[in-house]
């Protein structure tokens, strides 16, 4: 069993940066992703990364503006954010996909552990 502990949300204006972590407990490392849900909408994939952070993806949205890395000797991964918006509002969680390797997928399906999220909300 994995545990995912998310933390560094908080109220940040437009333009402003937050950093994210998401600590598992109970085993190594696995594929992490990032979603994040806003009220009405359906969950969202952000970013994920592999194992060993040699395969990284981002939605379209937030290339260039956020930063996915981990750090495995503390089984944690992070999720910098720079330049945020209104529209980036929302409950993030992080995700864990039990394969062995692979490609971080987009889908919610993928993964087999979430924790409890945290809200990132953006003022304008």
């Known amino acids: 069993q994995v545990q995912l502990v998310e933390s560094g949300g908080g109220l940040v204006q437009t333009g402003g940066s937050l950093r994210l972590s998401c600590t598992a407990s109970?085993?190594?490392?696995?594929?992490t992703g990032w979603f994040r849900q806003a009220p009405g909408k359906e969950r969202e994939f952000v970013a994920g990364?592999?194992?060993?952070?040699?395969?990284?993806r981002y939605a379209d949205s937030v290339e260039g503006r956020f930063t996915i890395s981990r750090d495995n000797a503390k089984n944690t991964v992070f999720l910098q954010m720079n330049g945020l918006k209104p529209e980036d509002t929302a409950v993030y969680y992080c995700?864990?996909?039990?394969?062995?390797?692979?490609?971080?997928?987009?889908?919610?399906?993928?993964?087999?552990?979430w924790g409890q999220g945290t809200q990132v909300t953006v003022s304008s």
């Open positions: 995700a864990a996909d039990r394969r062995f390797a692979g490609v971080p997928a987009r889908e919610p399906f993928w993964y087999d552990w």
């Open positions: 990364v592999d194992q060993m952070g040699g395969s990284i």
């Open positions: 109970g085993r190594k490392n696995y594929i």
